[in-house]
């Protein structure tokens, strides 16, 4: 497998980039930092929005959100010691967790029940299974991140030989169709945002989500198990404040476009259209009930085995695990 590095974008940014979010009025002596895979985006709502909304400041708790850029360099700064929380793909939770330096790791929460992932292509030249992919370029968001094991985890799943599909970097963006038109990719990996706006837009493509090929849990929350053991306190807090947050809205207390209101302090570009973000928020909200409200950020033990077993049959995984040692249920429960 080859990746284009002509086609790799803001390659120059090889670090993490971090920016802190300072709540409002929070308590100095509680605090904890929290680190997402990329720029802020309407899908991390569980956590911009129950900064936003006040929820941690009503728990007396500090949070500092960082931007970051992919799943393993958010994972580096929790390694590092440079964040308590990352929230990443489960599945690079899955597979950072049998390597050495990621054995100290536990999931403490499923924030997205399913894949938030989805394959775009054109109509009138569809890419509508792995089977598809065969020979054929595919858009990915970064070099072994969440899009590539995904991409990996199906093509492993239906027995299309990896080694002949090629993969180049593609912006999380509507803009990846022109390269479809182009000739340059088949077809790109992107989130539920951006196919809610592909959608909106009556762009004449075809879409489908991963989850449909590979059942994995979407993404969750994952720290040391040292650190967790240490910030009990703030972490039950940190998930009391989300669980809030989320009811609330799922409930209608807070109306969407309330919700919007005060995360427009994070300048989301996706967020500028309002009947769109309103849209995207509905998506995200879906994928959060995906296995009903009882299991509002709880990790699904079928979700990790499905995820677990895929990873292990293709070699992304250690076959050594057990599904269970990956995640805790025990800072959902005490919430």
Not at 62 to 82: F, K
């Amino acid at each position: 497998m080859t990746v284009q590095r002509r086609n790799m974008l803001a390659a120059a940014a090889a670090g993490m980039v971090l920016v802190s979010v300072k709540p409002l009025g929070a308590r100095e002596q509680d605090a904890l930092a929290i680190v997402l895979p990329n720029q802020f985006i309407l899908a991390f709502i569980d956590v911009l929005f129950a900064q936003a909304g006040g929820y941690f400041e009503r728990e007396g708790l500090q949070v500092a959100i960082e931007e970051g850029r992919g799943s393993s360099m958010a994972l580096q700064q929790v390694l590092g010691g440079n964040a308590a929380i990352a929230r990443i793909g489960a599945v690079d939770h899955i597979r950072a967790s049998g390597q050495p330096a990621g054995r100290d790791l536990v999931a403490f929460g499923t924030v997205q029940q399913t894949s938030p992932w989805f394959v775009v292509s054109l109509q009138d030249k569809p890419v509508r299974t792995p089977e598809d992919m065969a020979n054929r370029t595919i858009g990915i968001q970064s070099v072994g991140g969440t899009t590539e094991t995904l991409l990996d985890i199906m093509l492993a799943a239906r027995r299309v030989d990896r080694t002949g599909v090629q993969r180049v970097i593609v912006n999380n963006s509507p803009a990846g169709v022109e390269l479809i038109r182009q000739g340059r990719i088949d077809a790109y990996f992107v989130t539920s945002s951006i196919a809610v706006a592909l959608r909106r837009t009556d762009q004449p493509v075809h879409l489908w989500n991963t989850d449909a090929v590979a059942q994995t849990p979407g993404f969750c929350y994952s720290g040391k198990r040292e650190v967790l053991a240490r910030q009990e306190p703030l972490i039950r807090l940190y998930v009391r404040a989300v669980r809030a947050a989320l009811h609330d809205l799922i409930d209608g207390k807070v109306a969407i476009a309330d919700a919007l209101k005060a995360m427009e302090r994070f300048d989301m570009a996706e967020a500028r259209n309002q009947d769109t973000a309103a849209a995207i928020c509905r998506d995200n909200i879906g994928f959060l009930l995906a296995d009903g409200r009882e299991n509002l950020l709880r990790n699904v033990p079928r979700r990790w085995q499905s995820a677990y077993d895929l990873m292990v049959a293709c070699g992304l995984a250690a076959p050594n695990l057990e599904a269970e040692s990956l995640y805790t249920n025990r800072f959902v429960d005490a919430s």
